[in-house]
C-alpha cells in the first residue's frame, strides 16, 4: 500500500478555482502521465503500482491504463475509510412508500453486508472472471451486490429492471452469465413489477445461468425452480462477514454495461478496474465540489452507467454519503422529489432533462412548498437540457445560487467528461462548457479533417484516452474498433454532434447516428425496428425520433404491411405492434405514432433515406431537399398525404 503523499500543496485531485483548473488541465495535456499518475498515487490504495500510466494505440483500440498495477476498487470504496467513516452513513436508501423508513447504512455496516455476500457469491460457485447479471430494483441488496462481485473480481452486469424477458436474455447469454441476483418483485409508484417472472421467461433460453439468488422485497408470491433458485437472506444470514477481497490486476474486467447501438444487438461495454476508479473518483469530487459532510443525490437507476458511476463507484471512493432512491418523481406526487431533498437535506442533487421537463409541467406549488436551502450544487447528464428546463431549474430548484453542472458523458466514458465545475466554470445554459482535465475533444467535419478555431460545428471527438474509457464490446473487439474509432481513425468518435463558442465552450447537439434519446433512454433504431418487423403482419419499417415536450423525443415509426389481406382494425395493430416492442425491449421503446405506409424513401443502394422521414414526422412539410437520388420519389408525396 502506498504511502500518503507529503507534499500537499502539489495535488491535482481538486480544483479549487478558475486559474487552478487551466493549470490542471494543461498539466494533464502537456503530461497526462505524471498528471494522472501523481492522482493515482495518492488518493487510492495500491497492492502494487504500475509500470506504465498509459500504453495505447487508438487506431487498433488498444488502451491500458496503470499496466501491472495490482487494486481492488472495494477496498477502496469501503474498507479503507473504516478508520476514520465507519460509522458515516455512506448509503441513504429512500422507499418507494412514504411510509417504509429511509435506511442509513453505515461505512461498517456496508462492509459487513458486502463481505457477506461476497462469501455467498463464492460458495455457489462465483470466481473472479465470472460474470453476474444483477436484475434488481433499486434497493440496497443492490448496490451490495455490485460491490459484492467486485469484491471478488466476478463481473457484474446489471441489467435495468424495466428490460423485457427478451432483452434480458440476450444479455444474459451475450456475455454467458453463470448466475443472476434478481428479487421476487419491485415497487415503482403505485404498481408493483414482477421480476421474478420476468427472470422465470428469460432464462427459458439461458443455458449459463447454473444459480438464481432472489432478495425478498415485495412478498408477492413466486416460482421457485429447484435446483436453480433459492432465496438470498438465509444463505446471508450463515454467511461469515469475514471477506478476503481478491487482488485484481488493474486492467481486469469490472464490470459490463449494455448500451444501444444503431444497428444489431445491444453493445456489451466492457469497463476495466484501476482507470475507472481513478477517473469516476476524480471526477466526482470535483464536478460536484464534495465535501466531507455532504449528502448527494443521484436519482439515476444503476442500471444505467450514470448509477454505476456516481451512486456507487465516485462517491463511496471518496467516502461520501450516497442516496439509493427506489420510487419515481411523480409518486405519491410530483412533489416527491423537493421532499426528498428537505428530508435527507441533499448538498448535491443530480438528475436528467427529462424529469426537470416532467416536474416542470406540474403546478409550481410542487416545488415551491420546500425552501430547499440545503441544496449547493445541482447537475443535470443523459440529453441536451433546452433552455427552458435550465432556467426552470436554476430558478426553482437552485434559487439561482446553485451553480447548474450540465455533464456530457456516455456509457462508453465511463465518467463525465465535459462540464462545468461546480464553483469553479461560469456556467451557460445548454452549455457542457469546458472539458474536464485529461480529456482532448475536437470537431471533426465531413472530410474527416480537424475543425480548428471557436465558433464551429462538428462531430465531436476524443483524441487522447482518458482513464475511464471503455476498454472493449465484449466478445466483439472488432465492433468496438470499427463503431468508436474507425469513423476519424486514430480518435474515438463519439457519435454526438457539438459546437464550440466564442470561447470554447463545448454545446451537444445531439446523436449523428441512428440512436435516439427518449426520457434519457439511448434507444437504437434497428433493434426496435427489429422488434417491429417481427409481428406477422408487418413486411418493413423505419424508426425515427421527432421532438416531445417532456421526453426530448418521442419515437415515430412508419410501418410496412404485408399484403395477408389483414382486416384487422389498424387501431388493434398498433397496440399489437407496441406490445411486441414492449416484450422484446421494454416499455420505454414504444411509438408515440404510427403510421401505415406503402413504402419508405430508399436511395440506389437500398438505405433508407431517414432525413426525409424526421421531416415528415417533426411535421415539416415543406421542403425536403434533394430527393432526386431515391429510387422511388414519389412515396415521400403519398407518405405526406398519410400523414395529414
Ligand atoms: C447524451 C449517459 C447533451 C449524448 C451518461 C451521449 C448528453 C448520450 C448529455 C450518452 C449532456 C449525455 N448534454 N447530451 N449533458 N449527457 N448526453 O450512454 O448524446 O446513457 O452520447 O450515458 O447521451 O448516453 P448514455
Known amino acids: 500500500m502506498n504511502q500518503a503523499n507529503k507534499n500537499k500543496k502539489m495535488s491535482y485531485y481538486k480544483i479549487q478555482n478558475l486559474e487552478q483548473y487551466f493549470k490542471h488541465y494543461n498539466k494533464s495535456i502537456r503530461e497526462p502521465r505524471k498528471f494522472w499518475g501523481?492522482?493515482?498515487?495518492?488518493?487510492?490504495?495500491?497492492?502494487?503500482?504500475?509500470?506504465?500510466?498509459?500504453?495505447?494505440?487508438?487506431?487498433?483500440?488498444?488502451?491500458?491504463?496503470?499496466?501491472?498495477?495490482?487494486?481492488?476498487?472495494?477496498?477502496?470504496?469501503?474498507?479503507?475509510?473504516?478508520?476514520?467513516?465507519?460509522?458515516?452513513?455512506?448509503?441513504?436508501?429512500?422507499?418507494?412508500?412514504?411510509?417504509?423508513?429511509?435506511?442509513?447504512?453505515?461505512?461498517?455496516?456496508?462492509?459487513?453486508?458486502?463481505?457477506?455476500?461476497?462469501?455467498?457469491?463464492?460458495?455457489?460457485?462465483?470466481?473472479?472472471?465470472?460474470?453476474?447479471?444483477?436484475?434488481?430494483?433499486?434497493?440496497?441488496?443492490?448496490?451490495?451486490?455490485?460491490?459484492?462481485?467486485?469484491?471478488?473480481?466476478?463481473?457484474?452486469?446489471?441489467?435495468?429492471?424495466?428490460?423485457?424477458?427478451?432483452?434480458?436474455?440476450?444479455r444474459i447469454n451475450d456475455s454467458e452469465c453463470k448466475m443472476v441476483v434478481t428479487s421476487d418483485g419491485g415497487f415503482r409508484g403505485e404498481k408493483t413489477i414482477d421480476l421474478k417472472g420476468i427472470i422465470d421467461e428469460a432464462l427459458i433460453n439461458c443455458p449459463s445461468v447454473k444459480n438464481v439468488l432472489v432478495v425478498k422485497r415485495t412478498n408477492q408470491s413466486i416460482f421457485m425452480e429447484t435446483g436453480r433458485d433459492q432465496w438470498l437472506q438465509p444463505l446471508l444470514d450463515n454467511a461469515s462477514d469475514n471477506n478476503?477481497?481478491?487482488?485484481?490486476?488493474?486492467?481486469?474486467?469490472?464490470?459490463?454495461?449494455?448500451?444501444?447501438?444503431?444497428?444489431?444487438?445491444?453493445?456489451?461495454?466492457?469497463?476495466?478496474?484501476?482507470?475507472?476508479?481513478?477517473?469516476?473518483?476524480?471526477?466526482?469530487?470535483?464536478?460536484?465540489?464534495?465535501?466531507?459532510?455532504?449528502?448527494?443525490?443521484?436519482?439515476?437507476?444503476?442500471?444505467?452507467?450514470?448509477?454505476?458511476?456516481?451512486?456507487?463507484?465516485?462517491?463511496?471512493?471518496?467516502?461520501?454519503?450516497?442516496?439509493?432512491?427506489?420510487?419515481?418523481?411523480?409518486?405519491?406526487?410530483?412533489?416527491?422529489?423537493?421532499?426528498?431533498?428537505?428530508?435527507?437535506?441533499?448538498?448535491?442533487?443530480?438528475?436528467?432533462?427529462?424529469?426537470?421537463?416532467?416536474?416542470?409541467?406540474?403546478?409550481?406549488?410542487?416545488?415551491?412548498?420546500?425552501?430547499?436551502?440545503?441544496?449547493?450544487?445541482?447537475?443535470?447528464?443523459?440529453?441536451?437540457?433546452?433552455?427552458?428546463?435550465?432556467?426552470?431549474?436554476?430558478?426553482h430548484v437552485g434559487g439561482k445560487r446553485c451553480p447548474v453542472v450540465d455533464t456530457w458523458w456516455q456509457t462508453e466514458t465511463g465518467g463525465i467528461m465535459i462540464s462545468p465545475i461546480a464553483f469553479v466554470t461560469p456556467t451557460k445554459p445548454t452549455y457542457a462548457t469546458l472539458p474536464l482535465p485529461g480529456i482532448q475533444p475536437v470537431l471533426m467535419d465531413e472530410k474527416r479533417n480537424e475543425i480548428e478555431g471557436n465558433q464551429k460545428e462538428g462531430s465531436l471527438c476524443i483524441k487522447f484516452p482518458w482513464p475511464a474509457m471503455a476498454r472493449t464490446i465484449w466478445g466483439n473487439h472488432q465492433r468496438f474498433k470499427d463503431t468508436y474509432f474507425s469513423t476519424f481513425p486514430g480518435k474515438?468518435?463519439?457519435?454526438?454532434?457539438?459546437?464550440?463558442?466564442?470561447?470554447?465552450?463545448?454545446?451537444?447537439?445531439?446523436?449523428?447516428?441512428?440512436?435516439?434519446?427518449?426520457?434519457?433512454?439511448?434507444?437504437?433504431?434497428?433493434?426496435?425496428?427489429?422488434?417491429?418487423?417481427?409481428?406477422?403482419?408487418?413486411?418493413?419499417?423505419?424508426?425515427?425520433?421527432?421532438?416531445?415536450?417532456?421526453?426530448?423525443?418521442?419515437?415515430?415509426?412508419?410501418?410496412?404491411?404485408?399484403?395477408?389481406?389483414?382486416?384487422?382494425?389498424?387501431?388493434?395493430?398498433?397496440?399489437?405492434?407496441?406490445?411486441?416492442?414492449?416484450?422484446?425491449?421494454?416499455?420505454i421503446a414504444k411509438l408515440d405514432k404510427i403510421q401505415f405506409v406503402t413504402g419508405l424513401p430508399k436511395t440506389r443502394s437500398g438505405k433508407i433515406m431517414r432525413r426525409i422521414l424526421r421531416k415528415i414526422a417533426e411535421g415539416d412539410l415543406s421542403n425536403f431537399g434533394d430527393i432526386t437520388t431515391l429510387l422511388n420519389p414519389e412515396i415521400v408525396e403519398e407518405i405526406v398525404e398519410g400523414k395529414l
Open 492 to 587: 474515438y468518435f463519439t457519435g454526438d454532434g457539438a459546437l464550440r463558442d466564442e470561447v470554447g465552450y463545448y454545446r451537444i447537439t445531439g446523436r449523428v447516428d441512428d440512436v435516439i434519446i427518449v426520457s434519457g433512454h439511448n434507444l437504437g433504431t434497428a433493434p426496435i425496428e427489429d422488434a417491429i418487423n417481427e409481428h406477422p403482419a408487418v413486411s418493413e419499417s423505419a424508426i425515427v425520433g421527432f421532438p416531445h415536450d417532456i421526453k426530448g423525443n418521442a419515437l415515430y415509426g412508419f410501418v410496412i404491411l404485408k399484403d395477408t389481406g389483414e382486416t384487422r382494425h389498424r387501431e388493434h395493430l398498433k397496440k399489437e405492434i407496441n406490445q411486441h416492442i414492449s416484450d422484446h425491449i421494454g416499455p
Open 244 to 395: 478476503v477481497a481478491e487482488i485484481m490486476d488493474a486492467e481486469d474486467p469490472l464490470f459490463i454495461l449494455y448500451t444501444s447501438g444503431s444497428t444489431g444487438k445491444p453493445k456489451g461495454m466492457v469497463h476495466t478496474t484501476a482507470g475507472y476508479m481513478v477517473y469516476t473518483a476524480y471526477t466526482f469530487k470535483n464536478v460536484f465540489q464534495h465535501e466531507e459532510n455532504d449528502i448527494f443525490w443521484c436519482t439515476a437507476d444503476i442500471g444505467w452507467i450514470t448509477g454505476h458511476s456516481y451512486i456507487l463507484y465516485g462517491p463511496l471512493l471518496n467516502g461520501a454519503t450516497t442516496v439509493m432512491f427506489e420510487g419515481i418523481p411523480s409518486y405519491p406526487d410530483f412533489s416527491r422529489f423537493w421532499e426528498v431533498i428537505e428530508k435527507h437535506k441533499i448538498t448535491q442533487f443530480y438528475t436528467a432533462p427529462t424529469a426537470i421537463r416532467s416536474l416542470a409541467k406540474e403546478s409550481i406549488d410542487f416545488v415551491q412548498k420546500y425552501p430547499l436551502k440545503s441544496l449547493k450544487v445541482i447537475g443535470t447528464v443523459g440529453e441536451p437540457i433546452n433552455e427552458e428546463a435550465w432556467h426552470w431549474y436554476n430558478n
Open 38 to 170: 501523481k492522482i493515482a498515487e495518492e488518493n487510492f490504495v495500491w497492492y502494487q503500482t504500475w509500470d506504465k500510466v498509459v500504453d495505447f494505440n487508438m487506431a487498433e483500440a488498444e488502451v491500458k491504463w496503470f499496466t501491472e498495477a495490482k487494486v481492488n476498487i472495494v477496498k477502496n470504496c469501503i474498507d479503507r475509510h473504516l478508520a476514520r467513516r465507519g460509522n458515516k452513513t455512506a448509503i441513504i436508501f429512500e422507499p418507494n412508500n412514504i411510509n417504509e423508513e429511509a435506511q442509513h447504512i453505515t461505512y461498517n455496516d456496508l462492509h459487513q453486508r458486502v463481505c457477506k455476500m461476497a462469501n455467498v457469491l463464492r460458495e455457489q460457485g462465483i470466481s473472479k472472471g465470472d460474470r453476474v447479471c444483477i436484475y434488481l430494483p433499486m434497493i440496497p441488496e443492490l448496490a451490495v451486490s455490485v460491490l459484492a462481485c467486485a469484491r471478488i473480481g466476478a463481473i457484474h452486469s446489471v441489467v435495468f429492471a424495466g428490460f423485457s424477458a427478451t432483452a434480458v436474455s440476450s
